[in-house]
C-alpha cells in the first residue's frame, strides 16, 4: 500500500516516457495465494525522450524473482529493485526485450486494485495503477502496448478463462488438471485497459452484427444461477451498439465483447478493453428483484462502458490530468443514450438532480478542482462527480455553442485523427475549434477553473417601448488554490413566455447596444461571454416571464429576480419541460428557505396556498407524462435545501421546513394524488420500459406525499401495496414510505422484507441503505446494531456503501449537532484505511460540506477530520482528502 510520502503530480510537469513497449506477452498461472506472473516486455527508446535515460517500471507491493534481458541474466548493480519500482540503470540504446517474474497473492488483496478474489474467480481492476500490483510496468496511459495474454488454472477451479481481444487458443495441459487459455489483443492500449478473468461462472450468449457486416460474439458472465438476470444487459449492449453506429458512426472492432458481472468492486465497472468487468449491480435484473432505477442504472452503465470503446480504448488519455477526456464525453454519451431510449426531458431532470446533489457541494467546498486538475497526490481520488458529470457538462455546453451539426463534425475528426492516440483536452478542443471555425480558447477555462459559477438574472419592461431587458452577469467564488476567477463562456437558452406561449425574440443588431446576432435570436442559445451582457428584446406586447437557462444549459446556479407569480407561469405553461420542473423546484426552494428562517427565529412557517393550487394542476394533468409529474412533484431534498442556504446551515430546522411543507401538501393534494394513484394501478405484467416505469413513479411519489400528509392513509396503502406488489420497484416503493413511518408496522415490514430477500446481497443492499437514510435520532443505534448484523462485511464495497454510505448521506444524522454522526464515519474511514484505501477516502468525502454548517457541528466535524489526520500509516488516498479538506 502507497503510504502518505506521496509526491504531488503535476500536469505542467509532463514528460514523454524514455522507453516505450510495443509488445507485451504475458504468462500468468492462477493460484489462489501465489500467481506466478511472467512478462515479457518488448521495450525501445521512445524519439521523444531523454537518451540513454534510466528505465525505471512502476510497481505496487511486487518482488521480482526473475529479471532477464534479451534472455540473460544482469548483474546486481545494473538492475536496482525494490516493491515501488524496478530501474536498470543503463538499458540498452536500441530495442531489446526484458523478462520479469513475479509472484503475486489474489486472495491477500483487499484493496480491489491489481488482480484479487471475488467471490470464486480470479478478477482484475488496474484503472488507474493496479497493473503495477501484477507486474512492473511503465503504468501510464501514454504508454501502449500490443497483448498477449496466456492465463493458465486449475480446470476445476476456473473453467472460464477470459482475457482483452480475441481467444486465439486454448487447451488442456497434458498430464495435469490444469488448462489454458491464449488472447491476443490487436490494438494497442496502455496497460490500466489491462484485464482477466478466470473462474467458474455461468454465462448468456447472443450475437450482434456491425452495420459493415462483422459478427461479434457477445457474452455475458455471472455466478452459476443467475443467468436469467443478465438478460435485460444484454439487451441493453445490443440497443448501444446500434446506437453508437446511428449517432456517432462507432463501429465495434474485435471479434467478441464480453462482460462479468463480479460481487467485490471499488467502482461502478471498468472498461476493459473487449473484457468489461462489472460490479454485478450494474448486470443482474429481476422484476422481483431490481427497482425500475436499478434498470435504468444498468442500461446506463452497460451503455457507458461500451462507448469507452472509443471514447477511451481506441483514443485513450495522455496523462491521467486528462482523465475527462474520456469520463465527461462518455458520460456525456450514455446521457444522450439514455435520452433517446426513455424521455429526454426527464432524464436531463435526473441528471440535473445527480449533478446539484454532488459536484455543486464538491465544487463549492474544501475538495473542489478543475475538470483538468493540476495537480494530483493519488489519482484515485478525482474519479470525481467533478470529472465525470461537470465533464459532461463542458461536452454538452460545447454542442450547444457550435451547434449539433458542427459538434457532429468535430467528433468525426477527432475520431479520424486521434485514432490510437494518447489524446489530451487540447487535441479534442482543436477537432471543434476546426470544424467550427470558432476560437474556443475562452471555452478551456471550463476545464482550468473549478467553482459553480452564479449566473445572475435581472429583468424589466417597458410598456411604453414595448422592450423587455434582461441583464445577464456572472461571477463565480474563489475556490481552494483560484482565489481569482475570470469570466466563462456560458451558453444561456432562453425564451420569452407571454400568455399565447412563446414570444419571438428579436434584438438589436450584435454590434448595438443590447444586441444578439441573428443565430442567437433563432437558436434562442445567447453566450455570456463577458462578466456582464445586456440583452433588449424588442416588439414585446406583454410582460413576459423570461425562462431563462433551457434544458439546464450550463452548469451554474442561476440567481433569478422573478417574482412568484412568474414561476408559476413557467410552472404552468413553459414549453420547455425542464424549467416547468426548474420553476416548482424554484418556488418550492423559496418558500423552504423563508420557512427555514422562521423556524430558526422559533415561529412556525404559513402554508402557501398558491403553490398547492400550481402543484394540484400539475397532478391533474398526470395523464400525459406521469414520469414528469412524479419529477415535478418532489420537492427539493434536505440536501438541496443545505446547498441553497449554504452558510451557517441548520439540518434540523431544513428537516422540519421540509416536513411541514410536505405535510400540508400531502394533506391538501390527498384527493388529486389518490385519484392518480389508483388510476396508475395496474395488474398488467412488469415492463421496464420508460412508460411503465413513469407510471410506477408517480404511484410511488404519490404515496410518499399522502404518507407525509395522512401518516394513517399512507401507511394503510403502503402496507397494501407491499404485500400484494409483484415487482421489487413497488415492494421496496412502500417500503421506503413505511420506512418513514415511526412504529411497529415499520419494524415488521423490514423483517419481513430481509427474511424474503436474504439470499440476494443486491436486495440486502437495499434494505441496509433504507435504514440508514431514516432521518431519527434512533437511526445511529439502528446503524450500530446493523454493523453487528451477520450480513454486514467491510469486505464488500457495495455493503458498506448501503449501510454507512447512506447514513453518511442522511443529513440530520450524519450531521447530528452532538457530532455523534461524524465521529462513527470518522471510525469507520480509520478501520476501512488498511484494507481498501479507496473506498475509505471516498467515505470521508462525505465530509466536503462541513464547512457549510452552523457553528457548533463545524467544532465537532473538524475535531473528527482532526481525529483522522493524526491517525499513524494513514494511505496516501486519506491522507489527501483528510489534508485538503481541513486546509
Ligand atoms: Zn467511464
Known sequence: MRTDTAQPVRLSEYRAPDYLIDHVDLDIRLHLSATHVRARLSIRPNPLGRPGAPLTLDGDGLSATTVLLDGGALDLGVIAIGPERLTIAEPPRKAFELTIDTIVDPSANTQLMGLYRSGSAYCTQCEAEGFRRITYFLDRPDVLSV????????????????????????????????????????HPKPCYLFALVGGDLGSIHDAFTTRSGREVKLGIYVEHGKESRAA???????????????????????????????????MGAMENKGLNVFNDKYVLALPGTATDLDYAHIEAVIAHEYFHNWTGNRITCRDWFQLCLKEGLTVFRDQEFSSDQRSRPVKRISDIRALRAAQFPEDGGPLAHNVRPDTYLEINNFYTPTIYEKGAEVIRMLKALIGAEAFRRGMDLYFERCDGMAATVEDFIACFAEVSGRDLAQFMRWYSQAGTPTLKATSAYDTSARTFTLTLAQSTAPTPGQPDKQPLVIPVALGLVGSGGDLPLTTPAPHEDGGASARECASGVFELATETRKLVFHDIAERPAPSILRGFSAPVKLDLDSPAEDLLTLAARDTDLVNRWQAIQTSANRLLAASVATIRMGDVPAPDARFAEALASVIDAFAADPAFTAQAISLPTEADMAREIGVDVDPDAIHMARRELRRSLGLQLQPQLLKAYEALSTDAPYSPDARSAGARALR?????????GDARTGADIAMRQFQSAHNMTDQFGALAVLSM???????????????????????????????????EASTFERVQTLMQHHAFTYANPNRLRSLIGSFAANLTQFHAA????????????????????QVAARLLGAFRTWRSMEAGRRLHAQAALQRVAEAQGLSADVRDIVDRSLA
Not at 446511428?246 to 463480479?262: C, K, M, P, S, T
Open 147 to 186: 497483448y498477449t495474454t496466456r492465463i493458465e488454472a486449475e480446470k476445476a477451479q476456473a473453467p472460464v478463462l477470459l482475457g482483452n481481444g480475441n481467444l486465439v487458443e486454448s487447451g488442456d495441459i497434458p498430464g495435469s488438471s490444469r488448462h489454458y487459455a491464449i488472447w491476443h489483443d490487436p
Open 818 to 837: 452532538d457530532g455523534r454522526g461524524y465521529d462513527l464515519i470518522a471510525s469507520v474511514v480509520l478501520e476501512m484505511d488498511s484494507r481498501n484505501p
Open 741 to 775: 413511518i415511526p412504529g411497529d408496522q415499520r419494524e415488521q415490514a423490514l423483517d419481513a422484507f430481509y427474511r424474503t430477500h436474504a439470499a440476494d446481497h443486491l436486495v440486502v443492499d437495499k434494505w441496509f441503505a433504507l435504514q440508514g437514510l431514516i432521518p
Open 700 to 708: 410511488n411519489t404519490a404515496l410518499d406525499l399522502i404518507a407525509a
Open 232 to 266: 435485460y444487459a444484454m439487451d441493453a449492449l445490443k440497443r448501444c451498439m446500434r446506437w453508437d453506429e446511428e449517432a456517432f458512426g462507432r463501429e465495434y472492432d474485435l471479434d467478441v465483447f464480453n462482460i462479468v458481472a463480479v460481487s467485490d468492486f471499488n
